[in-house]
């Protein structure tokens, strides 16, 4: 599966911004979806996870009650609502997908990524 992820830019802290990540390929709804972020000098971190059918969801625990991951597969995308942005959250936002996994938050459960989209929240 091909992923495209888009939606980032230059927000105030406090901003909201919704990325979406674009799949093509095999069936969308074949896969198990994931938002990660790197900021610059650090690891990629886990943001959120989302199930095939889009019933259950998974998140990190700084992203809980801001964040909100959802995935249309009527239209091969995923979302991810950010609220309440803060500086920290500034980062190249990653969407990937996997077959399964036994470990959402895990990098190595994931197959596919797509090429990133920056979000830059200022102070």
């Known amino acids: 599966v091909q992923l495209q992820a888009s939606g980032g830019g230059l927000v105030q802290a406090g901003d909201s911004l919704r990325l979406s990540c674009a799949a093509s390929?095999?069936?969308?709804?074949?896969?198990?979806m994931g938002w990660f972020r790197q900021a610059p000098g650090k690891e990629r971190e886990f943001v959120a996870a989302?199930?095939?059918?889009?019933?259950?969801?998974y998140y990190a625990d700084s992203m809980k009650g801001r964040f909100t991951i959802s995935r249309d597969n009527t239209k091969n995308t995923m979302y991810l609502q950010m609220n309440s942005l803060k500086p920290e959250d500034t980062a190249v936002y990653y969407c990937?997908?996997?077959?399964?996994?036994?470990?959402?938050?895990?990098?190595?459960?994931?197959?596919?990524w797509g090429q990133g989209t920056l979000v830059t929240v200022s102070s």
């Open positions: 990937a997908a996997g077959e399964r996994w036994l470990v959402p938050s895990s990098t190595t459960e994931y197959g596919s």
């Open positions: 390929g095999r069936t969308f709804s074949s896969y198990v």
């Open positions: 989302i199930t095939f059918g889009g019933g259950r969801t």
